[in-house]
């Protein structure tokens, strides 16, 4: 069997492995990861047989294809070089073991020998919408029978036991909360307004195909809008205002994401200057920031604080995990130095809830820096400029990461989706598509 034949068989694998782990991934945000007595020992064994088969197709590369692999990725390998620096300083810490090897994944192992062509990437985000269109279904079906049930008189049992919320938000009980439930069908219908885009070629849809994706089109929204989740509904928006600015103006679509990923992160760094001031936390403004971020600000400057009581802004904290048990050891400290009980205190389960400072408290200023243009270059590799609606599952990304912790730090579907198609465009591989659809992509020319 030549080396050709080997490198067709191995990319199919991996993309039945990543679809696989994207799934997993979704499946984690629902209820039913604890129903059916799934653990995380499942997502291990995924991403170790992901790493096989890039190191299948890395060794099978030509000695050209290796440098060219290695020179456009130099700064994965740095990023990477100053994660490995303090896994070795804690000790071979597990959790930032485990943070490194999803970084790893998301940043070096997705990429186009992993991905490989549009047809082949097509069919997980199609599993993913199929998926997402199940649970809605299945969400709407689950109101609709409690609404039956009570009528009857009779207490729908799921509605006390289940460990999502089922009691708060009946639409979103099926999910592990509400902003997971809206997430996922945004991030559906980012995917579907790429694929539809994709899929005609130019010509028009029959009515039938028409009125199918329209129904679904709306089913989604009114999903969306039943679940509640803002960070969802800012993302979406973001995406709409995009896309009609895409429409409407001649911009380089690479430089609009270019553009909006600075904007992003001045949003950060303003944020962190109002928390450095150290304005007044019962001040109008303040509370009202808090409120309508439904308290994140509150664990933003928290989690400020906690980076500059451990002194890790150089090197990170090293993983979600350990940010919240710094976060806490600080906070405990502070509930007791303010007079209380240390037996009082309730320790704090809340993630980051924001992806650019998740990165930045555990991974350092000079990670942070890194992923970020490691973001611009994986942008500027796109191929398809102004060509279909690939950039609108990015838009969203960075979007929503502004309000929850999606990126590199967390095994989320999100970060999993926008690396699958920023990998589509690396550099030096070729692109056959036609004019909308990029059909093919030949990995085996190199990266």
């Known amino acids: 069997m030549d080396k050709i034949k080997i490198k067709d068989i191995t990319l199919s694998c991996s993309n039945i492995v990543l679809m696989l782990i994207v799934l997993f991934s979704a499946l984690r945000a629902t209820i039913f990861v604890k129903a059916l007595g799934l653990s995380d020992r499942v997502y291990v064994i995924l991403i170790l047989l992901f790493l096989c088969t890039f190191a299948v197709q890395f060794l099978l590369a030509e000695r050209a294809e290796k440098l060219a692999f290695i020179k456009n990725n130099v700064l994965v390998i740095v990023y990477l070089g100053f994660r490995c620096v303090l896994l070795i300083i804690s000790g071979f810490n597990h959790y930032i073991l485990g943070s490194i090897i999803y970084e790893t994944v998301f940043l070096l192992l997705i990429c186009p020998w992993t991905v490989g062509s549009y047809?082949?990437?097509?069919?997980?985000?199609?599993?993913?919408?199929?998926f997402n269109l199940i649970m809605n279904l299945l969400s709407m079906g689950s109101?609709?029978?409690?609404?039956?049930?009570?009528?009857?008189?009779?207490?729908?049992?799921?509605?006390?036991?289940?460990?999502?919320?089922?009691?708060?938000?009946?639409?979103?009980g099926l999910f592990v909360n509400?902003?997971?439930?809206?997430?996922?069908?945004?991030?559906?219908?980012?995917?579907?307004?790429?694929?539809?885009?994709?899929?005609h070629g130019g010509?028009?849809?029959?009515?039938w195909k028409m009125i199918g994706i329209g129904i679904y089109v709306l089913f989604s929204l009114y999903m969306l809008y039943r679940y509640g989740c803002r960070s969802a509904d800012a993302g979406l928006i973001a995406v709409l205002l995009?896309?009609?600015?895409?429409?409407?103006?001649?911009?380089?679509?690479?430089?609009?994401?270019q553009i909006g990923l600075v904007i992003v992160i001045l949003c950060n760094v303003v944020l962190l200057a109002v928390i450095a001031s150290g304005i007044d936390n019962t001040s109008e403004e303040i509370r009202t920031i808090n409120r309508l971020s439904t308290g994140r600000f509150e664990i933003w400057e928290d989690g400020y604080h906690t980076v500059s009581f451990m002194d890790a802004w150089l090197l990170g904290q090293g993983s979600s995990e350990l940010e919240i048990e710094n976060r806490?050891?600080?906070?405990?400290?502070?509930?007791?130095?303010?007079?209380?009980?240390?037996?009082?205190?309730?320790?704090e389960k809340l993630g980051i809830h924001n992806g650019y400072l998740s990165v930045l408290f555990n991974a350092g200023i000079f990670c942070f820096v890194l992923f970020v243009v490691i973001l611009w270059q994986k942008i500027g590799r796109m191929p398809f400029n102004n060509k279909g609606n690939w950039y609108l599952i990015v838009i969203f990304t960075f979007i929503v990461n502004l309000f929850e912790a999606l990126l590199i730090?967390?095994?989320?579907?999100?970060?999993?989706?926008?690396?699958?198609?920023?990998?589509?465009?690396?550099?030096?591989?070729?692109?056959?598509?036609?004019?909308?659809?990029?059909?093919?992509?030949?990995?085996?020319?190199?990266i």
């Not at 069919?123 to 199929?130: C, N």
């Not at 926008?418 to 465009?425: F, R, S």
Request: net charge positive; charged share 20%; hydrophobic share 45%.
């Open 119 to 130: 047809a082949k990437v097509k069919k997980i985000f199609a599993a993913f919408i199929g």
């Open 143 to 172: 109101v609709i029978c409690m609404k039956m049930l009570s009528k009857w008189g009779i207490v729908f049992s799921m509605y006390h036991e289940t460990p999502g919320y089922m009691e708060a938000n009946p639409y979103a």
């Open 178 to 199: 509400p902003n997971n439930a809206g997430i996922m069908t945004a991030v559906a219908l980012c995917l579907f307004l790429f694929m539809i885009k994709s899929a």
């Open 203 to 207: 010509k028009k849809y029959v009515a």
């Open 242 to 257: 995009a896309y009609g600015l895409a429409k409407r103006s001649k911009w380089n679509k690479k430089r609009f994401l």
């Open 328 to 347: 806490n050891t600080y906070l405990k400290e502070q509930w007791i130095s303010n007079g209380n009980d240390a037996g009082l205190y309730w320790g």
């Open 409 to 446: 730090m967390n095994r989320l579907y999100v970060c999993f989706l926008m690396m699958i198609v920023l990998a589509m465009g690396d550099k030096g591989m070729k692109h056959f598509g036609g004019n909308d659809e990029p059909e093919g992509i030949d990995y085996h020319s190199g």
